[in-house]
Structures are given as C-alpha cells and as structure tokens.
C-alpha cells in the first residue's frame, strides 16, 4: 500500500508542475545569483519563511517548512541534474516526495534543469518543503491512509483538527 500511495503521489507532483513560482523565494534570489552550488541554494532555502497551510500539500498540513539541508545531511534529499532528453517532453524538473506516515516530508528526489537563476531546482525544493503547485489542478497529493483513517475516526475533515495531531503537532 504505500509503494501505491509514493507512486500516486510522485505522479501527481512528477505531472502536476504548471506554475514557475511554487512559493515566493524574491527574499532569497538575490543572493541565489551567487550560488555556485546546490547547497548554497539549499542553505537560502532553509531561511525562507513558513507559508501558509493553503499552499501546501494536504499531508504537510500544520508541519513546519521540511528543512532541506539537514535533510541533505541524513542522505533524506537527493538533488541532481535532470537528464536533458527529457527538454522535449517538456521537463524542466521532477520531484518524487516520500510522505511521513502522519504528515510531513520523510524524503525527497529532485532533478532540476541548471540555469536561470536557479528558478528550477527552488521549484522543486519548494516541492520537498511541502509546497504544492497552484496552477492547472494535476496535483492529486491528498492526505497520506494514515491520516485519512484518523480523521474519520475522529469525525473531523482537516488534519490539524484531529486530536491526534493536536497531541503531537511540532510548529
């Protein structure tokens, strides 16, 4: 079941990338045009301040940002360069996200076309924060089974308003 729930969800995300801007990095793309590497872009990632619930996936709902640099470090992030032939399907990046069982991101892959600033690799970094795109609706990442299943029982139909996470919340 959850090989089926990584598959649907990395479909959703691998497909679903319709807008440029998934969350607004104007506070950090001045200093990204100094990068030279991904974990300068990583680190300026990390800086950027929470987002609203209403932005992001419904399984990231009440979790703070996913903090990409220490998630580098755990080998949880994976970043690389996208395979050029894939310019003509019209990829200019890709993120699969593995989801925690009760919301959150465990672990991230990402593949990013080089260049323009870095606005491709902070798409989908925005991705592995937790951010959802929000342009044509393609994007089908809903609450993991597990939450799902709490919420019913619990007779409510936002995560953050189960006692569960109440109980358990983090932010």
């Known amino acids: 079941m959850c090989d089926f729930r990584a598959a649907i969800i990395s479909i959703a995300v691998l497909s679903g990338c319709t807008t440029p801007i998934v969350r607004d990095t104007s506070l950090?793309?001045?200093?990204?045009?100094?990068?030279?590497?991904?974990?300068c872009v990583i680190e300026l990632m990390d800086t950027l301040p929470q987002g609203s619930d209403s932005d992001r996936f419904a399984f990231c709902e009440g979790y703070p940002d996913a903090r990409l640099a220490e998630m580098k470090r755990q080998n949880r992030l994976d970043v690389a360069m996208m395979?050029?032939?894939?310019?003509?399907?019209?990829?200019?990046?890709?993120?699969?996200?593995?989801p925690k069982k009760y919301g959150g991101i465990d672990s991230c892959t990402v593949r990013y076309?080089?260049?323009?600033?870095?606005?491709?690799l902070k798409h989908e970094l925005s991705h592995c924060q937790g951010y959802?795109?929000?342009?044509i609706p393609l994007q089908v990442a809903d609450y993991t089974d597990e939450q799902k299943a709490i919420m019913e029982r619990e007779g409510v139909s936002r995560w953050t308003e189960t006692e569960f996470f109440r109980a358990h919340?983090?932010?």
């Open 28 to 39: 950090i793309d001045e200093q990204t045009k100094a990068c030279e590497t991904v974990d």
């Open 83 to 98: 395979n050029p032939l894939l310019l003509p399907l019209g990829f200019y990046g890709l993120s699969y996200l593995e």
């Open 113 to 120: 076309m080089p260049g323009f600033n870095w606005l491709f």
């Open 132 to 135: 959802a795109d929000h342009g």
């Open 169 to 171: 919340a983090t932010r």
